[in-house]
């Protein structure tokens, strides 16, 4: 095995290892849900959070998910994390390095205790340690929100990492190639123009880790 | 007006309006695109490139989307850009700030000449001024690739932007609200192991904006 091709093992693969799924699911804030609708696809960008085994997704009641849901629909829900361009000596070979998981399975909606368990679960997912420091929801939020679960049973990831796999033909002509790496960054946290004087940045904003 | 009214109008609304859209679209990487598969919905992260009034979308031509497009499935298509993340006094206002456009139709697979003009367009959207360093895909990768068409004419976009809209009883309870920016950025260019000595980051990388 040379350097070149361990750079190169598996710079794409399928990952059906659950450690690989739970950290790209645990990493993501934003999800993509799609469901049928007569016969044609909708997707949508939602806000989710793992809770062990399950996916919770979250919307309006009135949504067009949480209706395709109470229909029955099937769900696909995607989380794509984007690490990088890959820029190749080719257009063929140019990618992307990413990590992405699909879900797919039938949506559940919550209620009850169950629900508002799970309202804490998905503020506590985005905001780790925020639940402790909010009320708790009124019944009529509780009602305008839906929690949809899904069963990760049905989950797929890949995962492209590494540097572009040229053709031998297209090396030493002077062109760069390589990988422009791409990041998520938070920026300091900006108060909300009703915010009482002196009040601090809590810790678990400061700074807000993913 | 007051200056909270002022930051709190248009927190949340749809748009459509082309120059918001086509904004989105262009500063977005990877949109996801879900098709119907027999009776459930199948949604994918891909790259695309906007081009005028179409979208162009990247992928295999043994690709579950590209069969999807022969078999005349309709698609729809997302590209989000996640802004920040807005921490409420309650969990029911706390939401994220995004961009967002959903593009629905058919899908065209494009062919010869229109193909090829299709696939530089990809690489140039991605990087601008990538196209003229690579050389001109081969005939056999041109048979791998398809390349989607969709015109922009069902197209919306949804925007929230500015601070959390907290109830007015929540107020003053001495609790940290906010947001928390995020952006993506890019990293230094990695080069490529098997790059010659000598070859400079080209211009257009450096830096890599978008």
């Not at 919307?59 to 109470?70: E, H, I, M, Q």
């Not at 049973?153 to 890949?158: L, N």
Request: glycine share 10%.
């Amino acid at each position: 095995m040379t350097d070149k091709t361990r750079i190169r093992r598996l710079p794409e693969r399928g990952v059906d290892d659950r450690i690989v799924i739970d950290a790209i699911l645990d990493e993501g804030i934003v999800c993509h849900a799609a469901y049928v609708l007569g016969d044609r696809p909708v997707v949508i960008p939602t806000l989710y959070a793992r809770d062990g085994d399950r996916l919770l997704l979250h919307g309006s009641t009135s949504s067009g998910l949480a209706k395709a849901v109470r229909r029955a629909s099937p769900l696909s829900v995607a989380i794509t994390l984007l690490d990088g361009i890959v820029i190749a000596r080719s257009g063929f070979h140019s990618s992307a390095n990413y990590r992405s998981a699909v879900i797919h399975g039938q949506g559940r909606l919550l209620d009850g205790e169950e629900k508002s368990r799970a309202l804490d679960m998905i503020v506590e997912f985005l905001i780790p340690g925020r639940s402790t420091d909010i009320r708790q929801p009124t019944e009529a939020e509780r009602r305008q929100t839906a929690i949809i679960e899904m069963d990760l049973t049905e989950v797929s990831a890949k995962v492209r990492t590494g540097g572009p796999k040229d053709d031998p033909e297209d090396l030493g002509t002077g062109v760069w190639a390589g990988v422009v790496p791409l990041r998520t960054v938070a920026g300091d946290p900006v108060p909300a123009v009703d915010l009482e004087d002196g009040v601090q940045v809590p810790g678990y904003l400061d700074p807000y880790l993913r």
